[in-house]
């Protein structure tokens, strides 16, 4: 059996939750639409060739990587990530880009290859809606409080998010947190926020409170 292809993509938004799209200028795929990423070559982890990727294609650094799905065909494995950059994302190979929300990506004229992925991604995220978000990073235990305080707020206004989630940051759990504090993070937990926290920082807290723990990838 043929080894199958696998591909990297990454999913930037912007602060409306709109998703990153460049429309390539070259053939043999010129007009036609892409999600930023590509294959796997040979000698490559997953994650070293959505970096390279995105340097190639955008001339951004990634500045965080979080696995977000997989979608297996055939033919490919298709590897989805959820990232961020503190770059703009300046177009190399696109002739045009824009963010677009997730309900318009079937309206767009896709690449061959991107075309069935896309088509998944968008029942998806019409099914989870786990894109559109706030997101925080505080890197102290001051900033963690206040942010907590914001959060429990932001619960207020819900109807403006589809998903709030808080990084918690290495620097802010160097020392452990107090009952108050965890108490507060468990209650807003219940209330939808997400948390996520690095692979090698015990917070004391019960494993159910940080989604996607084992996935997180810290870079």
Same mark, same amino acid.
């Given at each position: 059996?043929?080894?199958?292809?696998?591909?990297?993509?990454?999913?930037?938004t912007?602060p409306?939750?709109?998703l990153?799209?460049?429309?390539?200028?070259?053939?043999p795929?010129?007009g036609k639409? %892409?999600?930023?990423?590509g294959? !796997?070559e *040979?000698?490559?982890t997953? $994650?070293?060739?959505? +970096?390279?990727?995105f340097?190639?294609?955008?001339?951004v650094?990634l500045?965080e990587i979080?696995r977000?799905?997989r979608?297996?065909?055939?033919?490919r494995i298709?590897?989805?990530?959820?990232?961020?950059?503190?770059?703009?994302?300046v177009?190399k190979?696109y002739?045009?880009?824009?963010?677009?929300?997730?309900?318009s990506?079937l309206?767009?004229?896709w690449? %061959?290859?991107?075309?069935d992925? !896309?088509? *998944?991604?968008?029942e998806? $995220?019409?099914r989870? +809606?786990k894109i559109?978000?706030?997101?925080?990073?505080?890197?102290?235990l001051?900033e963690l409080?206040d942010t907590l305080?914001y959060?429990?707020?932001?619960l207020?206004?819900?109807?403006?998010?589809?998903?709030?989630?808080?990084?918690l940051?290495s620097?802010a759990?160097?020392?452990?947190m107090?009952?108050?504090?965890r108490?507060r993070v468990?209650?807003?937990?219940?209330?939808?926020?997400?948390?996520?926290?690095?692979?090698n920082i015990d917070?004391?807290l019960p494993?159910?409170?940080?989604k996607?723990?084992?996935?997180?990838?810290?870079v």
């Open positions: 059996m043929a080894k199958k292809i696998e591909v990297a993509i990454g999913i930037l912007n409306e939750g709109k990153l799209v460049g429309r390539r200028m070259s053939d795929y010129a639409w %892409e999600m930023p990423g294959k !796997v *040979d000698g490559e997953v $994650l070293q060739a959505l +970096r390279r990727e340097k190639e294609e955008g001339g650094e500045s979080y977000w799905t979608i297996e065909s055939e033919e298709l590897h989805l990530f959820r990232v961020f950059s503190e770059q703009e994302f177009p190979i002739e045009a880009h824009d963010y677009v929300a997730h309900d990506l309206t767009l004229d690449i %061959e290859t991107n075309r992925f !896309v088509k *998944d991604l968008s998806i $995220l019409a989870d +809606r559109g978000h706030i997101r925080f990073n505080p890197k102290s001051e409080r305080d959060l429990a707020n932001s207020k206004s819900r109807g403006m998010f589809r998903r709030i989630s808080c990084i940051h620097d759990l160097l020392f452990p107090n009952k108050s504090l108490e468990e209650t807003l937990h219940h209330q939808g926020v997400e948390f996520y926290a690095p692979l917070i004391g494993p159910y409170i940080i996607m723990r084992k996935e997180v990838t810290h």
